[in-house]
């Protein structure tokens, strides 16, 4: 079967690899489509993602969805044939934060396609890949599984709006349209923000933004943006960029004694940011990292919602799995990415 495998920066291969077989209390799945993240593209380019370097092969990919082929001993769950998603995440469920309800920041957490442990947790882009049946999760009446592959990446999203507490009638700002930011405009106006404004450097990405509900969009890099003068203040503020000119965005667009949250990861190492700001105007700075139960929302919030499939730019074989990584790093041409298992 084949599958995608990073080897270190700007080596990626798409390989043969042999068919899993399901080990005591796993599912056998055959993955009909993988979102390429943003995380993919930084072991792509950068050998890593955050403070989380290669150490070894690793099969890319935690964004999956397919049907159930088998059953290990001891496990048991959809049928055969049953179309599912797959949350990436395999929790310890006995350390603090577990014991806590904040499984998301489990200290032991296997998490698909990630070398933030090793040996790595090999990911799910393969044809076919063994996960802990209890992390299938069907798919809701009526989602087809080309939209429910964007399941994880809401559920991101879905965890980010509410790190940020009530939003209900009020003003967010989102720093970044890329898959994710564009996917927090949908989480909060799911939630009942008011207005959501979007802020980026690209006309495409701002585009993609207005399809997921945003009701003002801001070119980042021009001051003269008729945007900006609607911007005076928000209540709430999500950074999805990943950069501190974002984080610094936000710091001094939101009101005094409002929330912003940090979703999107910073590079290695120290990042400069308005501090004072935080302090001067009592401004709640969160972190938000993946996320637990918002999978199951984040299904059912897809199955009722069809304006997400305009989110999903291309479809393509895995075959050619490096030009979708390259249309997916080219933020001028796509959204989010899938590539095809199916054939």
Not at 315 to 338: G, M, N, T, Y
Request: hydrophobic share 45%.
């Amino acid at each position: 079967m084949l599958g995608c495998v990073i080897h270190g920066q700007d080596d990626l291969r798409v390989e043969e690899l042999p068919t899993p077989v399901p080990g005591p209390g796993q599912a056998l799945v055959a993955v009909r489509y993988g979102g390429v993240c943003g995380s993919d593209l930084h072991y792509w380019r950068h050998g890593g993602v955050g403070d989380f370097r290669l150490k070894e092969p690793m099969v890319l990919g935690h964004e999956v969805v397919g049907t159930v082929v088998s059953y290990g001993a001891g496990a048991s769950g959809p049928a055969a044939g049953t179309a599912v998603a797959v949350h990436p995440a395999t929790c310890c469920s006995v350390c603090p934060e577990c014991a806590d309800g904040r499984r998301n920041v489990c200290r032991d957490t296997r998490y698909l396609g990630s070398a933030a442990r090793f040996p790595h947790v090999q990911g799910g882009f393969a044809a076919q890949v063994a996960v802990p049946a209890d992390q299938l999760r069907p798919l809701p009446v009526g989602l087809d599984l080309r939209r429910a592959a964007l399941a994880e990446p809401l559920s991101v999203a879905l965890h980010a709006v509410r790190r940020a507490g009530e939003v209900a009638g009020r003003h967010v700002l989102v720093t970044g349209a890329g898959p994710i930011g564009c996917l927090v405009v949908a989480a909060a106006k799911a939630a009942g923000a008011e207005q959501v404004t979007v802020t980026d450097l690209l006309p495409t990405a701002l585009e993609y933004a207005r399809i997921a509900g945003a009701d003002n969009l801001v070119r980042a890099d021009d001051p003269d943006d008729a945007g900006w003068r609607r911007l005076s203040e928000v209540d709430v503020a999500v950074e999805a960029s990943g950069v501190a000119a974002g984080l610094d965005t936000c710091l001094r667009l939101v009101r005094r004694g409002g929330v912003v949250v940090q979703l999107g990861m910073l590079p290695p190492g120290m990042s400069p940011f308005s501090g004072n700001l935080v302090v001067s105007r009592e401004i709640e700075l969160r972190g938000a990292f993946r996320f637990d139960g918002e999978f199951d929302a984040a299904l059912e919030l897809l199955a009722a919602e069809a304006s997400f499939d305009g989110l999903v730019s291309a479809v393509v074989p895995v075959r050619e799995a490096e030009s979708a990584f390259a249309l997916a790093a080219d933020r001028s041409r796509s959204c989010k990415v899938l590539l095809d298992f199916g054939g």
